[in-house]
């Protein structure tokens, strides 16, 4: 029993499999008709378009027979105004050849501006990061200097108390040997007083009289030595004074003068070839800005030309700088709507790309054009178009 219900368990799963591909076959047929059925719409469509293009092409064709004979009558009459197109078709190459020139001239000019640029902001990053660590230098010199100055003057002032408060001392210790000899009093003064202190009362032995103590014994020596001894000792940790700071300071204030006068001078050099580069770029725009709106108008022309009809244009980006926006080419032939040229089909694209061509060489002519199997993609119809 249970065999049987895996078997039919099976089938069914087989069927449904089955139906699946069915209905998937089915969809596929679906869709292939919908496709097939736009596709008859389409050939519909253009069908009627030929046709419609067909009679255009049958009365132009009687406007060309007509313009023919009229043609063949004026042709006397055109020699000269061919001479003069020939002239004046020189008179454009030479002139296009010297905007050419100079145009190359241009960016040759704009290609070295832009690397005298990057070089000089080389350069002035270099000067810049020298210029920073010559100010860190300085700086560092500057708080040493101030330092050793501070440190100078508080020795000077040091000096000055110590040396008037042991003047002021050894007057005393004069007064009192010379008070005491008769009693053989004898304070020890060699014990603290040294060569240089006795060569100092020698030099000061002229200063004014000092009021003796009443007691003179009371007079205790022993933290009179100790204070003196720990004076000498502070002005000896003190450590030695840098002498040559302010030539060391002066040194690196002419290096650092002159660091900031090359840094002034680059900056000065950048802002010119910016200010030479926004004026290159407002001509530039502004020679694109005519050339593109005469492109625009002569594509309208030739496109309509072409097509006997319809509608063309050229649109720039928005929101972008003309000279790096995009340019939106679109066509609309007769009998279709506005439309991008992707849309268009080969023949179509074709001759929306000659009109294109034809309105940029009525701008910038050129002395040849070759459009090799340029009928490749036309049809008949176009094909009489275009010729």
């Known amino acids: 029993m249970d065999s049987a219900i895996t078997a039919f368990e099976a089938e069914v799963a087989a069927a449904r499999t089955t139906l699946d591909e069915k209905r998937e076959a089915v969809s596929?047929?679906?869709?292939?008709?919908?496709?097939?059925?736009?596709?008859?719409?389409?050939?519909?469509?253009?069908?009627?378009?030929?046709?419609?293009?067909?009679?255009?092409?049958e009365h132009r064709l009687q406007h060309l027979r007509h313009d023919l004979s009229v043609g063949v009558q004026e042709k006397a009459t055109h020699s000269q105004d061919v001479e003069q197109h020939k002239t004046l078709s020189t008179e454009l190459n030479a002139r296009l050849q010297s905007e050419q020139g100079s145009l190359q001239q241009t960016q040759e000019g704009l290609l070295a501006t832009e690397k005298s640029i990057r070089e000089l902001e080389e350069r002035l990053n270099v000067l810049r990061q020298a210029l920073r660590t010559e100010e860190h230098a300085l700086s560092?010199?500057?708080?040493?200097?101030?330092e050793e100055h501070a440190q100078v003057l508080f020795l000077e002032e040091r000096a000055r108390v110590d040396y008037n408060q042991e003047i002021a001392d050894i007057r005393v210790l004069e007064e009192l040997k010379a008070a005491y000899s008769p009693f053989k009093i004898q304070p020890p003064l060699?014990?603290?007083?040294?060569?240089?202190?006795?060569?100092?009362?020698?030099?000061?032995?002229?200063l004014g009289e000092v009021v003796l103590p009443e007691d003179p014994a009371?007079?205790?020596?022993?933290?009179?030595?100790?204070?003196?001894k720990e004076l000498k000792s502070r002005i000896s940790s003190l450590g030695a004074v840098n002498l040559v700071a302010i030539e060391e300071y002066a040194s690196l204030k002419e290096r650092h003068d002159f660091l900031k006068a090359q840094s002034d001078d680059l900056t000065n050099a950048k802002a010119e070839l910016t200010a030479a580069i926004e004026q290159i770029n407002q001509t530039s725009e502004g020679l694109f800005k005519t050339t593109f709106d005469q492109v625009r108008v002569n594509f309208k022309h030739t496109f309509e030309k072409l097509f006997g009809g319809g509608q063309s244009d050229l649109i720039l980006s928005e929101g972008e700088d003309s000279l790096n926006a995009g340019i939106e080419i679109v066509a609309c032939p007769p009998g279709t709507r506005l439309k991008g040229l992707t849309l268009l089909s080969g023949g179509q694209k074709t001759m929306t790309a000659v009109a294109l061509?034809?309105?940029?060489?009525?701008?910038?002519?050129s002395p040849f054009c070759v459009l090799d199997e340029l009928d490749a993609p036309l049809d008949d119809a176009n094909i009489g178009r275009f010729t």
């Open 28 to 57: 596929a047929v679906q869709l292939d008709f919908l496709q097939k059925r736009q596709r008859l719409e389409l050939l519909n469509s253009e069908l009627n378009q030929l046709e419609s293009e067909l009679r255009g092409t």
């Open 218 to 228: 009371a007079i205790e020596w022993e933290p009179i030595s100790r204070e003196l």
């Open 140 to 146: 560092s010199l500057e708080v040493r200097r101030a």
């Open 190 to 206: 060699d014990a603290w007083v040294d060569e240089d202190d006795q060569a100092t009362i020698l030099k000061k032995s002229k």
């Open 357 to 365: 061509l034809f309105a940029i060489y009525q701008v910038k002519p």
